[in-house]
């Protein structure tokens, strides 16, 4: 008919009609949202009244009701009573129509001005839980029917991803009263019916009970024009759109008009969770006595477990294990303790490693390489210091064994932690200190070596001095006294220097060039090189 009317009326020698583009055959219904005052002045924290929100929402153009939640949903779900089941119906296109359990529920409590998630197991986290002795008209009554036809969910899908749910849920209804129960059900191809609570096949196995308004609460509730994709729920998943409404609220009202509030936390108790407090202290302490934090990363070339989408071919396995990541970061870093002005790295690293059976564990790994030629510290005396203070700090006995010949290990925190009790505060965060941060050259450093005899009368700061004149800019740190040797009358002293430039890679010349001047110098007070 369309392509008649414009055949007739709108036709010119130069136009031509082709094929449709879009078809639209079950039009997407208005999308619901709502809130209540005590709900918009808790987030915003304001006092604004019933009225306020009224003239924001008619400065805004939208088209809203005040409703008390629970009349509505015990009226509307009754009116639906006689409605066809379909698994996986839609609340854009089906409804009202045709429902599953969760669509029925999400649809009534959307008329209602309370947005629910879709799926049963999202809803029953969203709401509040209460008893079976507290249940009022509006609750719903979640359900495990223990059928494999459908999926029975343990987690949570879209509102807490990944939430584990033990009793499992794969059905839910609306109480309405005297052990009556509403709901959309499959069973028997009876769609939307009433039945008796304690008589209903679907509810033989009840997994909980929840509630998501007041009794006496009067809520907004507004259609959002088609337009106002911000605040319309465009994916199909779980969004909690009535907080953006809210922020519409906030806007028009100004938020100049909020004011601070004072909350009153006297009673609070913060719950100390164990894990992050351990990890922390252990944290502080390995680093007090000289320990560097690294990250590893999870993904690694070779494992047991590996993911449908690995981030690249040489990393396509989680890591079952931190000891081969340590490895690697030790050898890596130890080429630049000069640099660092240090004889040996210490490191540890405290992660996830992931099992066979798809669990997790908390490993703590620690891993101490000394530089080519230096012996000591032991690199064993290192890490039987750090497991000491590991071990003081966890109130545990850690028997671990070290490898003279890796020197890496790792300590299994998941198991320890299970047998530690849990504290009750935070001990008080050590004083921030005073760090001056440089930047760092990309070009490669150059180190040298001087030993000098120096008469046991003289002190050794005017050699540091000396080599501080003729090192100029390019000495990366403070000279480095690595030996130091007596005999008779005179004192040997030897130091390291590493030489960097940020401009240019240094070349052997110019740091010949820089050590011919410091020789001159000491031969000029009479000292001897070694």
Avoid at 139 to 160: Q, R, Y
């Amino acid at each position: 008919m369309a392509i008649d009317l414009i055949k007739k009326y709108a036709v010119s020698d130069s136009m031509e009609i082709f094929k449709n583009i879009e078809y639209y055959p079950k039009p997407v219904k208005t999308f619901y949202s709502g809130i209540s005052v005590e709900q918009v002045n808790n987030l915003l924290g304001t006092q604004h009244s019933e009225s306020d929100i009224q003239k924001a929402f008619d400065s805004l153009g939208f088209d809203y009701e005040i409703v008390n939640s629970q009349k509505t949903i015990i009226s509307l779900a009754e009116s639906l009573l006689g409605k066809k089941y379909k698994w996986g119906a839609s609340i854009k296109n089906d409804a009202p129509e045709l429902f599953d359990c969760g669509s029925f529920t999400s649809y009534v409590f959307s008329r209602a001005g309370i947005v629910l998630p879709r799926i049963t197991v999202d809803q029953y986290l969203y709401g509040i839980e209460i008893s079976e002795t507290n249940l009022q008209k509006g609750d719903l009554i979640f359900s495990n029917t223990g059928e494999t036809k459908h999926p029975i969910h343990f987690a949570s899908k879209e509102f807490l991803p990944g939430t584990k749910i033990e009793a499992g849920v794969d059905h839910v209804g609306i109480y309405f009263g005297d052990n009556k129960i509403l709901h959309a059900t499959e069973f028997n191809d009876l769609g939307v019916v009433i039945e008796d609570l304690d008589k209903s096949e679907r509810f033989k196995n009840i997994t909980g009970y929840r509630r998501y308004f007041s009794a006496d609460e009067n809520r907004f509730v507004v259609k959002i024009q088609d337009e106002r994709l911000d605040l319309i729920n465009i994916s199909g998943k779980f969004e909690m759109k009535d907080l953006d409404l809210i922020e519409e609220i906030g806007r028009v009202l100004s938020y100049d008009l909020i004011t601070p509030q004072q909350i009153n936390i006297t009673d609070f108790k913060p719950e100390i969770n164990k894990e992050y407090y351990f990890n922390n202290k252990i944290r502080n302490t390995l680093a007090e006595i000289g320990f560097s934090e690294v990250i590893t990363y999870s993904f690694v070339d070779a494992g047991n477990i590996k993911p449908e989408k690995p981030l690249s071919e040489d990393k396509n396995y989680i890591r079952a294990n931190l000891i081969d990541g340590m490895k690697k970061s030790l050898e890596h870093n130890v080429k630049y303790a000069d640099l660092l002005n240090l004889d040996c790295i210490q490191a540890f690293e405290i992660g996830k490693v992931f099992n066979a059976d798809y669990t997790e564990t908390l490993i703590l790994s620690l891993g101490v390489k000394n530089k080519s030629g230096i012996k000591k510290p032991k690199a064993s005396d290192l890490l039987k210091n750090s497991i000491q203070k590991v071990s003081e700090i966890l109130e545990s006995e850690i028997n671990v064994t070290i490898n003279d010949l890796d020197e890496v290990l790792e300590i299994n925190l998941s198991e320890i932690y299970k047998n530690i009790s849990p504290k009750t505060s935070y001990d008080r965060l050590p004083e921030p200190k005073d760090i001056v941060f440089k930047t760092i050259s990309s070009y490669p450093f150059i180190t040298r070596d001087i030993a000098v005899w120096i008469p046991s009368d003289q002190n050794v700061s005017i050699l540091v001095e000396i080599i501080k004149k003729h090192a100029g800019i390019l000495l990366v740190n403070e000279p480095r006294c690595f030996d130091v040797y007596q005999k008779d009358n005179r004192t040997s002293y030897a130091y390291r220097m590493v030489f960097q430039s940020y401009e240019k890679t240094l070349t052997d010349d110019t740091a010949n060039s820089v050590m011919e001047n410091i020789y001159n110098d000491v031969k000029a007070k009479e000292w001897e090189i070694r």
